[in-house]
T-cell receptor
């Protein structure tokens, strides 16, 4: 079993839809949970990160972490065609550097106008 | 400001040749990471540098892979005797250590390596 599992999709939704992206993990030592967005032929860019369990909101994006279930989610409200990208979840055990990020395989999202 | 830069952006090589990939991190970022992104495998950690500390090489897949970081800035990833399975996008990231900085890794655009 991989440490981080993510459904690769692809996921196709109409503009304005609410998108739900999810990852599960097996290592209970993970403390920091991140979502990256990667456009085609570009490097990943950090969208949000959350420490431990709970929710975090930033504009149209909401990240949720449920450590008891080892499950994290990213919700995108009022999705736009510009949100079309691959979304990668990532996790680490600490924030002070010295800790690699463990990534899911990414979910490819297309938002259709 | 300038982000993480990588060169070359694309590299085609023949099996058995050596290749060098370069990464210029964001100025002032003391932490530098190399990852590999291949089809079906996602992003995999390769190696991590932090200041003058010994690098974390735990992700290097074989002894054909090595990396160095000179002067705490530029890093070079070297793959010797390349194999077809080395074909992937090699991504470099940098970050500031310490509170809230360590998890915020800034990625470069990557080097796309194709081994024929």
């Amino acid at each position: 079993q991989k440490e981080v599992e993510q459904d690769p999709g692809p996921l196709s939704v109409p503009e304005g839809a609410i998108v739900s992206l999810n990852c599960t993990y097996s290592n209970s030592a993970f403390q920091y949970f991140m979502w990256y967005r990667q456009y085609s032929r570009k490097g990943p860019e950090l969208l949000m990160y959350t420490y431990s369990s709970g929710n975090k909101e930033d504009g149209r994006f909401t990240a949720q972490v449920d450590k008891s279930s080892k499950y994290i989610s990213l919700f995108i409200r009022d999705s736009q065609p510009s949100d079309s990208a691959t979304y990668l979840c990532a996790m680490s055990r600490s924030q002070g550097g010295s800790e690699k990020l463990v990534f899911g395989k990414g979910t490819k999202l297309t938002v259709n106008p | 400001g300038a982000g993480v830069s990588q060169s070359p952006s694309n590299k085609v090589t023949e099996k058995g040749k050596d290749v060098e990939l370069r990464c210029d991190p964001i100025s002032g970022h003391t932490a530098l990471y190399w990852y590999r992104q291949s089809l079906g495998q996602g992003l995999e950690f390769l190696i991590y540098f932090q200041g003058n500390s010994a690098p974390d090489k735990s992700g290097l897949p074989s002894d054909r892979f090595s990396a160095e970081r000179t002067g705490g800035s530029v890093s070079t990833l070297t793959i010797q005797r390349t194999q077809q399975e080395d074909s992937a996008v090699y991504l470099c990231a940098s970050s500031l250590p310490g509170t809230s900085g360590g998890v915020t890794q800034y990625f470069g655009p990557g080097t796309r390596l194709l081994v024929l």
